[in-house]
């Protein structure tokens, strides 16, 4: 009787084991994103297709999103950083635009005050007009930039984000003087989609995946791109290619909460990547355009701190910040 209960108890430790072994252990419970921009935007589309990826390699169990723009993304980052505190599980997406943000507006609460997690990827802008646009090419554009600035309006994201340096920047080779560029900044691509469909403004700068579903439907024609070298799957030439040296992109990162214990910062990187290297994620940077380039912790962070300088000199540079 002794020895079938042994077996017995062998059997259920076996048993036991077994069901241990097929349940998934997750790096993070519900993953609270922070989404700095309006819902559609860069921001929102990278923190749900990342969501989506974590949920698939099974580093997460469940995901949800917030959404709060203004100020290039830094009131966000306030109620992130403000109510995250000690939390593994939360996420903030970042880019180049908050950069810029918290160098224009200077706010109390800035990237030193949350935790440097993973940059995942850049996305170039592309230079577009609909297609019933007078302007067949970017050669036909800046003839007409170059005659007349202010009569070619340009939409694009927040005052002083990427898109209005990049443009700023553009009319600066060109010898156009700043203050002569028509550039009017919308909070959500959504609205300066409808207004340039509409034909109230002329061109649209931003990045291929808030406005590749227009492009592949024949609503835009791409001009441009500000990558410096051709992207595959888009048919235009590049800036640079065209005499204009220069490159318009915004990387994409995140963030977690302040005040993460070492471990707790590994685990949230961990996750992180092996959500960059599920399916989804894969499919998505095809899909997108995205260009890949991965860089975790300390190394992320002072890229960070490097990209606050080398902003704020172009901020100076187009005059949207004194020196």
């Not at 076996?14 to 309006?38: C, D, N, R, Y």
């Not at 943000?101 to 940059?119: C, H, M, S, W």
């Not at 590049?238 to 909460?257: C, F, H, M, P, Q």
Request: proline residues 3%; glycine residues 12%.
């Amino acid at each position: 009787m002794f020895a079938l209960l042994r077996r017995s108890t062998r059997c259920l430790a076996v048993v036991v084991t077994t069901a241990v072994l097929a349940t998934p252990v997750f790096a993070l419970e519900t993953v609270k994103f922070m989404a700095p921009g309006s819902v559609g935007g860069g921001y929102d589309q990278t923190a749900r297709v990342l969501g989506k990826a974590l949920i698939e390699a099974k580093a997460a169990k469940s995901a949800t999103f917030e959404n709060k723009g203004g100020a290039g993304g830094t009131l966000g980052l306030a109620q992130f950083a403000n109510s995250t505190k000690g939390d593994p599980d939360a996420l903030l997406v970042v880019g180049a635009i908050m950069v810029a943000g918290i160098e224009q507006n200077k706010p109390q609460i800035t990237l030193k005050d949350v935790t440097p997690i993973a940059r995942l990827f850049t996305e170039y802008n592309v230079i577009a007009v609909r297609k019933e646009s007078e302007f067949k090419t970017l050669e036909d554009l800046l003839k007409a930039f170059k005659d007349k600035p202010t009569s070619i309006s340009w939409g694009g994201g927040s005052k002083g984000s990427i898109d209005h340096i990049g443009i700023a920047e553009l009319a600066a080779k060109m010898g156009i003087p700043v203050n002569k560029v028509n550039y009017v900044a919308f909070a959500g691509g959504g609205e300066v989609v409808a207004q340039a469909l509409g034909g109230q403004i002329k061109v649209i700068t931003g990045g291929y995946a808030e406005l590749g579903q227009y492009i592949r439907s024949d609503q835009f024609r791409v001009l441009a791109i500000g990558a410096p070298e051709r992207v595959a799957g888009i048919d235009a030439p590049t800036l640079k290619e065209s005499g204009y040296d220069v490159i318009i992109g915004n990387w994409r990162g995140v963030y977690g909460a302040a005040n993460l214990t070492p471990e707790q910062r590994k685990e949230v990187t961990d996750a992180v990547l092996a959500a960059a290297n599920s399916k989804v994620w894969k499919d998505n940077i095809e899909t997108n355009k995205w260009s890949a380039n991965i860089l975790t912790g300390d190394e992320f962070g002072k890229f960070v701190d490097e990209e606050h300088v080398r902003l704020h000199a172009m901020l100076v540079e187009v005059g949207l910040v004194a020196k």
